[in-house]
């Protein structure tokens, strides 16, 4: 060995270090516990990552997301500085030139515009500190009534159902530990397998126990698998299923009468409404036989015990509120809720997908889900924030609505926190140009995203490991995130983001907080006798009770795992209410030009638009974006596996690999939303909205699909060349 190497490897020995951090996943709703490793040898860092074996929600457990979680967050793309435009392309600034910047931004644009004139975008995947914050700032700071974010586009639909039904939104009524004692599972629109992986062992133990498993998707997944049953649907037409079941649950008496009489409005006109319904017609609209509709009802009618769970399938659509009414009619007509093993779950998507729908950063809300046009709610927060309660600012628009205001320049001014809307909105050509329309859009990241890349200025803002904070997981308990690592040089913690620009708009008064736990403190209070109830929860008893569900008014009340047990809702009359859901058609229509329905959704090893995945080569396996086709429509279409597509809609088109997959139905195909630019399937979907919580359409519209011809062919080859040449010389 030469001297030189001798020194060396000395010195690794004197300089090795290990350091052991007890963090969290931060991505998918499950929250997973984690310890993560790091063996630092002179300038490298070796990471690795293991679950937490006392973890009472994984079960000890890590998909390979979470295994992975650390690489985006200790990644050399990891933004360092903060970066202005200037003509294409950012020169790296001061935090002070940034801030300067940014004060004369805000400052002429409300000026001449009004505060409207500034919208703020929030996210599910901040901490509830982070969330409660970012509607304070949006009021407060700027005094702009346009705040909203990407679980809008999310779980919205699930929540205005559970809202209207239950007079309350909590994701999952029961924990997760209830789901082995449910008799009978249905799983509509919810791909557990491959979205929160660690969520399956419950639904293995449960059908270990004996209890039948429903899974109803257009596709075959790994969560269909488990399945006894599998309802291959058409999309969209989840509510029509529903009604053929709920018929079933009727005729053949397997209505909770008892319950339905004391605790429950509208059993009677659900019953009548159910008895018009004809399953020949239903199982035509839906594409399931009708001896399959049956026999879900009777599986679900007649088990003693039984859960509902819907996700993103069932409830991205423009119907979506109404579609998962019907689900909840199910669990109530049964009387199946409130019990041990009985209940209904929207399984909640991001990280804090549940805290984050419920302190503020919706158009319509204010903390402890308080709606902000109550004029006893915004007196209660007004207190709390110590400003005058006319001073908080109306109702804003929907996230999507408030790209189309920008579009038409009536927001000129945008800060984006913790999301990528120009891959995850529908529509995104509309979202590109109207973001290209602003007078200027800020984008806190700790990654240059694709909605980064179209930033006047973005700052380096913070990730899991440094960022302390709550965060409210699928079952509704909260849990404590703790930081394990200081912000990077030159980037800074999002929330003293936050107060430092409110300090420049001189309202530093409002927010003086020197710690994630004094924003905490605050929200309890804000909280407070709202339906989202944290007041009792502290950081002390998170750790001491390895999480706390909400609601929890004070300090000695112990949480509230199970909902509305002895039938107690939350409606004024303590009543919960079904009403007949007449079906509704999917917005778009499929006809000769376009006669596929396309509908999306995820894979394991990405999260989201990506961002935070796919600069991890262990997860970017997958790399290519694809089409899911069934292989007699490819081969009828001239498509082969592996080959090429272009796929178009109404409003764009995108070109994608091809998967064959004999799993799903000959008239769907299935695109993952995990990719921007080329791949970005949302260039293709459509901007259709629900009426009560303005949901997009995601999961169902009309495209059509063919070979690429010699000019496309051509062009992508140059394309692919270009991007090779690209990467040697990275
Ligand atoms: N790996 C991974 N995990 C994630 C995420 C991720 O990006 N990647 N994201 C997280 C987030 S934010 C969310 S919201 C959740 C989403 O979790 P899910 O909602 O479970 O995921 P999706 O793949 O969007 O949709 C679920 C299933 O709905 C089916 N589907 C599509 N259209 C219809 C329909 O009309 N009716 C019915 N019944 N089914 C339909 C799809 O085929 C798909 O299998 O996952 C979370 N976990
Ligand atoms: N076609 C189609 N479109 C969809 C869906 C679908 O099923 N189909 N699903 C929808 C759903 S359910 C969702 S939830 C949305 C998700 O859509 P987005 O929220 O737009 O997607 P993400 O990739 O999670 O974007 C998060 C961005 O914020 C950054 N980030 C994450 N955490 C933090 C943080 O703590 N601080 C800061 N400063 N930055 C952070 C990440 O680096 C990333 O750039 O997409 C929606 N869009
Ligand atoms: S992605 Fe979800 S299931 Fe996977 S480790 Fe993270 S929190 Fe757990
Ligand atoms: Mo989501």
């Given at each position: 060995m030469s001297d030189f190497l001798k020194g060396y490897r000395q010195l690794?020995?004197?300089?090795?270090?290990?350091?052991?951090?007890?963090?969290?996943?931060p991505f998918c709703s499950m929250q997973c516990k984690m310890n993560l490793y790091e063996e630092k040898i002179v300038h490298r860092s070796r990471y690795n990552a293991t679950p937490d074996k006392g973890d009472p929600v994984s079960g000890g457990k890590l998909c390979a997301k979470g295994i992975y979680a650390h690489s985006h967050a200790v990644n050399p793309a990891r933004l360092r500085t903060p970066l202005l435009r200037v003509g294409q392309s950012f020169t790296p600034v001061s935090w002070e030139t940034a801030y300067a910047w940014i004060r004369e931004k805000i400052t002429s644009i409300q000026a001449q515009h009004g505060k409207d004139a500034v919208g703020v975008y929030g996210s599910g995947a901040l901490t509830n500190e982070k969330a409660y914050l970012l509607g304070k700032f949006a009021r407060v700071a700027l005094e702009t009534k346009h705040i909203d974010y990407n679980g809008r586009f999310c779980m919205s639909s699930a929540a205005g159902a559970s809202n209207q039904a239950f007079g309350v939104d909590r994701g999952l009524t029961n924990p997760l530990s209830e789901i082995p004692q449910a008799g009978c599972i249905i799983l509509a629109g919810a791909n557990v397998a491959e979205c929160q992986p660690t969520m399956m062992p419950y639904f293995r133990k449960a059908k270990a126990n004996g209890s039948k498993i429903i899974v109803i998707d257009p596709r075959e997944t790994g969560t269909s698998k488990l399945a006894d049953l599998h309802l291959k649907i058409k999309p969209g037409t989840d509510a029509a299923l529903v009604n053929g079941m709920i018929k079933v649950i009727v005729e053949e008496d397997y209505v909770n009468h008892t319950f339905l009489q004391r605790s429950v409005e509208g059993g009677p006109e659900l019953q009548s409404f159910a008895r018009s319904i004809d399953l020949c017609e239903v199982s035509v609209l839906t594409g399931v036989p009708k001896e399959q509709i049956i026999e879900a009802a009777r599986l679900y009618g007649k088990a003693q015990t039984g859960m509902v769970f819907t996700a993103r399938g069932v409830e991205q659509h423009a119907s979506g509120v109404m579609t998962v009414r019907n689900f909840i009619n199910l669990v109530l007509l049964t009387g199946k809720i409130g019990k041990s093993g009985c209940g209904y779950g929207a399984i909640t998507g991001q990280g804090n997908g549940q805290g984050g729908r419920e302190h503020g950063q919706k158009a319509d809300q204010l903390p402890g889900y308080r709606l902000i046009e109550n004029p006893e709610h915004r007196k209660h927060i007004a207190e709390v924030w110590e400003v005058d309660e006319h001073s908080i600012p109306g109702k804003g628009v929907s996230a999507y609505e408030m790209f189309e205001m920008m579009e038409r320049k009536e927001i000129r001014g945008l800060i984006v926190l913790g999301s990528n809307p120009v891959v995850s909105s529908p529509n995104v050509n509309l979202v590109e140009s109207a973001l290209r329309k602003l007078d200027f859009l800020i984008v806190i990241d700790s990654l240059m995203s694709e909605t980064a890349a179209l930033a006047d200025l973005v700052l380096p803002g913070s990730t899991y490991l440094e960022d302390e904070g709550t965060m409210t997981n699928v079952e509704g308990r909260v849990i404590l995130r703790r930081a394990v690592k200081e912000p990077p040089k030159g980037t800074r913690l999002d929330w003293k983001i936050l107060c430092e620009i409110s300090a420049l708009l001189g309202k530093e008064r409002y927010f003086p907080?020197?710690?994630?736990?004094?924003?905490?403190?605050?929200?309890?209070?804000?909280?407070?006798?709202?339906?989202a109830n944290y007041a009792g929860i502290t950081y002390k008893r998170i750790e001491q009770k390895k999480g706390v569900f909400w609601p929890c008014p004070t300090v000695s009340h112990s949480g509230t795992p199970r909902m509305f047990i002895d039938g107690k809702f939350y409606h004024k009359d303590g009543k919960a209410r079904i009403i007949p859901v007449p079906y509704q058609y999917p917005r778009e229509t499929m006809d000769e030009n376009f006669p596929l329905t396309l509908t999306t959704g995820r894979i394991i090893f990405h999260y989201q638009t990506g961002v935070q995945t796919r600069i991890t080569p262990e997860l970017n396996k997958v790399a290519e974006p694809f089409l899911e086709i069934h292989p007699d429509t490819a081969k009828k279409l001239g498509l082969s596996d592996k080959g090429k597509a272009k796929v178009q809609s109404r409003r764009g088109e995108i070109i994608l690999n091809v998967k064959y997959s004999p799993g799903i139905r000959e008239d769907t195909v299935f695109v993952?939303?995990?990719?921007?630019e080329e791949g970005c399937v949302n260039r293709l979907t459509l901007p259709e909205l629900d009426p009560y919580c303005r949901m997009p359409e995601f999961k169902a519209c009309a495209v059509r699909v063919t070979p690429l011809d010699k000019e496309?062919?051509?062009?992508?080859?140059?394309?692919?060349?270009?991007?090779?040449r690209k990467e040697v010389l990275i």
């Amino acid at each position: 060995m030469s001297d030189f190497l001798k020194g060396y490897r000395q010195l690794e020995q004197q300089q090795h270090k290990e350091y052991r951090y007890e963090t969290q996943c931060p991505f998918c709703s499950m929250q997973c516990k984690m310890n993560l490793y790091e063996e630092k040898i002179v300038h490298r860092s070796r990471y690795n990552a293991t679950p937490d074996k006392g973890d009472p929600v994984s079960g000890g457990k890590l998909c390979a997301k979470g295994i992975y979680a650390h690489s985006h967050a200790v990644n050399p793309a990891r933004l360092r500085t903060p970066l202005l435009r200037v003509g294409q392309s950012f020169t790296p600034v001061s935090w002070e030139t940034a801030y300067a910047w940014i004060r004369e931004k805000i400052t002429s644009i409300q000026a001449q515009h009004g505060k409207d004139a500034v919208g703020v975008y929030g996210s599910g995947a901040l901490t509830n500190e982070k969330a409660y914050l970012l509607g304070k700032f949006a009021r407060v700071a700027l005094e702009t009534k346009h705040i909203d974010y990407n679980g809008r586009f999310c779980m919205s639909s699930a929540a205005g159902a559970s809202n209207q039904a239950f007079g309350v939104d909590r994701g999952l009524t029961n924990p997760l530990s209830e789901i082995p004692q449910a008799g009978c599972i249905i799983l509509a629109g919810a791909n557990v397998a491959e979205c929160q992986p660690t969520m399956m062992p419950y639904f293995r133990k449960a059908k270990a126990n004996g209890s039948k498993i429903i899974v109803i998707d257009p596709r075959e997944t790994g969560t269909s698998k488990l399945a006894d049953l599998h309802l291959k649907i058409k999309p969209g037409t989840d509510a029509a299923l529903v009604n053929g079941m709920i018929k079933v649950i009727v005729e053949e008496d397997y209505v909770n009468h008892t319950f339905l009489q004391r605790s429950v409005e509208g059993g009677p006109e659900l019953q009548s409404f159910a008895r018009s319904i004809d399953l020949c017609e239903v199982s035509v609209l839906t594409g399931v036989p009708k001896e399959q509709i049956i026999e879900a009802a009777r599986l679900y009618g007649k088990a003693q015990t039984g859960m509902v769970f819907t996700a993103r399938g069932v409830e991205q659509h423009a119907s979506g509120v109404m579609t998962v009414r019907n689900f909840i009619n199910l669990v109530l007509l049964t009387g199946k809720i409130g019990k041990s093993g009985c209940g209904y779950g929207a399984i909640t998507g991001q990280g804090n997908g549940q805290g984050g729908r419920e302190h503020g950063q919706k158009a319509d809300q204010l903390p402890g889900y308080r709606l902000i046009e109550n004029p006893e709610h915004r007196k209660h927060i007004a207190e709390v924030w110590e400003v005058d309660e006319h001073s908080i600012p109306g109702k804003g628009v929907s996230a999507y609505e408030m790209f189309e205001m920008m579009e038409r320049k009536e927001i000129r001014g945008l800060i984006v926190l913790g999301s990528n809307p120009v891959v995850s909105s529908p529509n995104v050509n509309l979202v590109e140009s109207a973001l290209r329309k602003l007078d200027f859009l800020i984008v806190i990241d700790s990654l240059m995203s694709e909605t980064a890349a179209l930033a006047d200025l973005v700052l380096p803002g913070s990730t899991y490991l440094e960022d302390e904070g709550t965060m409210t997981n699928v079952e509704g308990r909260v849990i404590l995130r703790r930081a394990v690592k200081e912000p990077p040089k030159g980037t800074r913690l999002d929330w003293k983001i936050l107060c430092e620009i409110s300090a420049l708009l001189g309202k530093e008064r409002y927010f003086p907080y020197n710690s994630a736990e004094q924003i905490f403190e605050e929200l309890r209070r804000a909280s407070k006798g709202g339906l989202a109830n944290y007041a009792g929860i502290t950081y002390k008893r998170i750790e001491q009770k390895k999480g706390v569900f909400w609601p929890c008014p004070t300090v000695s009340h112990s949480g509230t795992p199970r909902m509305f047990i002895d039938g107690k809702f939350y409606h004024k009359d303590g009543k919960a209410r079904i009403i007949p859901v007449p079906y509704q058609y999917p917005r778009e229509t499929m006809d000769e030009n376009f006669p596929l329905t396309l509908t999306t959704g995820r894979i394991i090893f990405h999260y989201q638009t990506g961002v935070q995945t796919r600069i991890t080569p262990e997860l970017n396996k997958v790399a290519e974006p694809f089409l899911e086709i069934h292989p007699d429509t490819a081969k009828k279409l001239g498509l082969s596996d592996k080959g090429k597509a272009k796929v178009q809609s109404r409003r764009g088109e995108i070109i994608l690999n091809v998967k064959y997959s004999p799993g799903i139905r000959e008239d769907t195909v299935f695109v993952p939303f995990h990719w921007g630019e080329e791949g970005c399937v949302n260039r293709l979907t459509l901007p259709e909205l629900d009426p009560y919580c303005r949901m997009p359409e995601f999961k169902a519209c009309a495209v059509r699909v063919t070979p690429l011809d010699k000019e496309e062919i051509e062009k992508l080859a140059e394309r692919e060349d270009v991007n090779d040449r690209k990467e040697v010389l990275i």
